[in-house]
C-alpha cells in the first residue's frame, strides 16, 4: 500500500512526497507551502485521499531536530515519537 508523507523542513515549509510499499518516493511536491493544509491540499491534486500517511514537523526550539507525528489512517490518534535525520532531509521510509 502506498503511503503519503507531510515534511516540516528547517525552513518550515512543509512538502508531501508519495511513497510505495518498499519507500520509493513515487512522486513529491514541486514546491513548499507555509501552512499543512495548503501542503495536503496540493497532494490531493496528486491523488491524496486521507488514507494512511505520516506527518514530520519540526519543534519548536529543537535545533535541527524532527518529531514524526505518526497516523496509520486519518480517524487515528495521533501519536507523538522522537524521530531523528537532518532537518532537510527527506524523511526514511
Known amino acids: ?48 485521499g486521507g488514507e494512511a500517511f505520516h506527518v514530520y514537523t519540526r519543534q519548536a526550539g529543537s535545533l535541527g531536530d524532527t518529531h514524526p507525528l505518526q497516523l496509520e489512517d486519518a480517524a487515528d490518534e495521533m501519536l507523538l515519537a522522537p524521530g531523528g535525520g537532518g532537518a532537510d532531509e527527506q524523511p526514511a521510509p
Not at 512543509?14 to 495536503?40: P, T
Open 1 to 48: 500500500m502506498a503511503r503519503w508523507r507531510f515534511y516540516q523542513g528547517l525552513r518550515t515549509e512543509w512538502r508531501w512526497y508519495h511513497v510505495d510499499d518498499h519507500g520509493s518516493v513515487i512522486a513529491e511536491s514541486d514546491q513548499g507551502f507555509a501552512e499543512l493544509q495548503g501542503c495536503m491540499a496540493n497532494a490531493e491534486a496528486s491523488g491524496f
